[in-house]
């Protein structure tokens, strides 16, 4: 058996370790990034014609052309060196896929897992893991960016309407 004194001692000198053990591991994740996410959802408005009368279907986000949906939807999750871009967008000509992919690469990360799902006949789901590599500066919100400008460049450069990512 043991005593009252030898089990209050133990159990100081393990709460002493636990405490040690959390300022330790306190400061090693103070050099981490904590959980960072950005969504881009394009809200529709109506343009007006010079007549006065609403464009039904033409609908365009603040400050970028109009495109006729409330499409892309980006959003980006970033911890620690982990990085989940999903995109819900419009299927517009070849090379979607491929232009997605190299602007996540020129972000200096590394892919890990990319998926991709056609969600309706005109729209697709690109979903890619990625990890951070030696360069990587950006935040989400800049993720976000650079992927809605190269789907706009994309979508300008293929106009032809084509189902093929």
Do not use: W
């Not at 499409?71 to 000509?93: F, T, W």
């Not at 979607?96 to 992919?101: I, M, P, S, T, W």
């Not at 006949?121 to 030696?134: L, P, Q, W």
């Amino acid at each position: 058996q043991m005593d009252k004194g030898t089990i209050l001692a133990d159990a100081t000198r393990y709460v002493k370790e636990l405490q040690e053990r959390v300022k330790y591991l306190e400061a090693a994740g103070g050099n981490r990034r904590s959980v960072e996410t950005v969504v881009l959802v394009r809200k529709p408005r109506c343009l007006v014609t010079p007549d006065g009368e609403a464009c039904p279907g033409f609908f365009s986000a603040a400050g970028t052309p109009a495109i006729g949906s409330q499409l892309p939807e980006i959003e980006a999750k970033l911890s620690e060196d982990n990085v989940m871009v999903r995109i819900h967008c419009e299927i517009n000509g070849k090379g979607l896929l491929a232009r997605v992919l190299a602007e996540v690469e020129e972000l200096h990360l590394r892919i890990v897992h990319n998926d991709v799902m056609p969600f309706t006949a005109s729209t697709v789901i690109i979903t890619t893991m990625a990890k951070v590599e030696e360069g990587f500066t950006v935040n989400t919100e800049e993720i976000v960016e650079r992927l809605n400008s190269a789907l706009y460049q994309h979508s300008s450069n293929n106009s032809s309407g084509s189902n093929n990512y």
